[in-house]
């Protein structure tokens, strides 16, 4: 019998898979993001001192759009890459946390690009 595929252990593995090969430094830290049924959240952070240095999310109070959908992405890219330049990152590493590069995921990034980061 076929058992039916558990998405978010599929997902998690995924992730590992792909933190095994990214990690960010000071001179490059990692864009991580998260997303959930509700909300996404994206953070930067510097793996070799386990610290995050900027995060936002779509709960955050400049985000207008408050779900987890293509155009509170594109805004939360936006303000991730606004707020990563007032903190002197421009050079980041992506992570997309084990989810496909595609919808939502893709227009975050490509905001974050459009924001001025580079990856």
């Known amino acids: 019998m076929i058992s039916k595929t558990n998405r978010k252990l599929e997902r998690e593995r995924r992730h590992?898979?792909?933190?095994?090969?990214?990690?960010?430094t000071t001179e490059c830290?990692?864009?991580?993001?998260?997303?959930?049924?509700?909300?996404?959240?994206v953070q930067?952070?510097?793996?070799?001192?386990?610290?995050?240095?900027?995060?936002?999310?779509?709960?955050?109070?400049?985000?207008?759009?408050?779900h987890s959908n293509k155009e509170a992405a594109k805004e939360l890219g936006e303000l991730i890459a606004k707020r990563a330049?007032?903190?002197?990152i421009n050079k980041i590493v992506?992570?997309?946390?084990g989810y496909i590069y595609h919808?939502?995921?893709?227009?975050?990034?490509?905001?974050a690009r459009n924001g001025g980061l580079e990856f």
């Open 85 to 88: 330049k007032a903190k002197k």
């Open 44 to 66: 930067i952070i510097d793996d070799s001192v386990a610290k995050t240095l900027v995060s936002a999310s779509t709960l955050d109070k400049e985000i207008k759009v408050k």
């Open 29 to 41: 830290p990692r864009l991580c993001v998260y997303r959930s049924n509700n909300n996404l959240y």
């Open 16 to 24: 590992k898979r792909v933190r095994t090969k990214i990690s960010g």
């Open 94 to 97: 992506f992570d997309r946390g």
């Open 103 to 111: 919808g939502v995921v893709k227009e975050l990034a490509e905001a």
